[in-house]
């Protein structure tokens, strides 16, 4: 079962930020932060990963608690384009799966 | 450098016919990995492998479903016998190392009429 916990849906405007939530309470001292995203009939796509620090790369930034417990997903500047189911995924790094649990699905509108 | 490659895109078979589906990784990557997704349900792990080595196939059906990595050539799917609950999408996925820098292919959807 997937570890963690997110809305099943979500709204944003275009060219506003979309922040995505994540719970992961049971979060173990080694296990990383994850999050894909999938557009409708493609493969899920890797957005970024953080273990404790705030990470940001081209794509979005990462926030993560002081205890680790929850992190926010950032697309700065949300286009048509980022409309996908976006899954947040706990896992210790070099494990082999990924568990997907159901997501959220993020509707960006004109 | 092209992505992962997965062909056939769309798949249809009639039940009890077998179903192949190929994966080719991108350079460089000699880890493979296969999810399933049902429709409206999130996805799920089956068989991970590298270079002739099946490595954890926790997640396969126990029956009909087998794959492979060859030294030379795609890793392959196979489903035997198909049946109407196999109709999926089938990703593939593959990395350099073990859970590292994993990158998906755009799958096989597969229809068993």
């Known amino acids: 079962d997937a570890k963690t916990t997110q809305p099943p849906s979500m709204d944003c405007a275009e060219g506003r930020a979309a922040n995505l939530p994540c719970n992961h309470s049971t979060i173990s001292g080694n296990e990383y932060v994850y999050w894909y995203r999938q557009i409708h009939s493609q493969g899920p796509q890797y957005i970024i990963h953080g273990l404790k620090n705030n990470e940001t790369n081209e794509m979005a930034s990462l926030i993560i608690t002081e205890d680790r417990k929850s992190s926010t997903l950032i697309l700065p500047h949300a286009t048509l384009r980022d409309t996908a189911v976006y899954y947040c995924i706990v896992r210790v790094e070099g494990y082999s799966t990924l568990t997907f649990g159901k997501g959220t699905m993020l509707l960006v509108s004109p | 450098n092209a992505g992962v490659m997965q062909n056939p895109r769309h798949l249809v078979r009639r039940r009890g016919q077998e179903a192949r589906l190929r994966c080719s990784p991108m350079?460089?990557?000699?880890?493979v990995y296969w999810y399933r997704q049902l429709p409206e349900e999130g996805l799920k792990f089956m068989v991970y492998l590298q270079k002739e080595n099946i490595i954890d196939e926790s997640g396969m059906p126990k029956e009909r479903f087998s794959a492979e990595f060859p030294k030379e050539g795609p890793s392959i799917l196979r489903i035997q016998q198909v049946v109407r609950g196999d109709s999926a999408a089938y990703f593939c996925a593959s990395s350099p190392a073990q859970g590292s820098g994993y990158t998906f292919g755009s799958g096989t959807r597969l229809t068993v009429v």
């Open positions: 350079k460089g990557h000699s880890h």
